[in-house]
């Protein structure tokens, strides 16, 4: 297995609840690095654009909505198969399909508020990361 980085988002639902360290401790007992981090206050234009992909949904207006709503914290994650066993810590995107012990399921709040966001393949957390993070600000 390769060592791999992928991004995650600590969502303002999570935030909000002084949740950071809690999911943190989840990551890092599934092997998982934080090797970036930084808590900020997206903008309108921030969370549209990095949710492009979904701006025909009709969920889009409110997801941006509620991303702004307060601080999140970005991350990347690197470990061995990093991408795939962010989304087994993360749970099914639908906390109450999450399976037990899962970020969603312990936390989340609906299928919106869902806690955490996490990269889905290889080029999509290359993409995500450096809308976030430069190589600097990267230290494995
Ligand atoms: P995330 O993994 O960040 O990717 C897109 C986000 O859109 C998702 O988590 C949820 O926060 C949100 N989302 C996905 N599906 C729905 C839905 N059916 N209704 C509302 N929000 C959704």
Do not use: W
Request: charged residues 20%; without cysteine; proline residues 4%.
């Amino acid at each position: 297995m390769a060592v791999e980085r992928t991004l995650s988002i600590i969502k303002p639902d999570a935030t909000r609840r002084n949740l950071t360290g809690q999911i943190i401790a989840k990551f890092e007992t599934a092997g998982l690095r934080v090797v970036a981090q930084k808590r900020m206050q997206l903008s309108q234009a921030q969370a549209e654009a990095f949710y492009s992909v979904h701006k025909a949904r009709p969920f889009f207006g409110s997801l941006v909505s509620f991303m702004v709503s307060g601080p999140v914290v970005v991350q990347v994650l690197e470990g061995e198969n990093a991408i795939a066993k962010n989304r087994e810590v993360m749970g099914a995107t639908d906390p109450s399909k999450a399976a037990p012990g899962t970020v969603r399921k312990d936390f989340a709040e609906s299928i919106e508020a869902n806690s955490v966001h996490g990269s889905d393949a290889p080029e999509t957390a290359a993409n995500e990361i450096h809308f976030f993070f430069s190589d600097l600000e990267i230290v494995g």
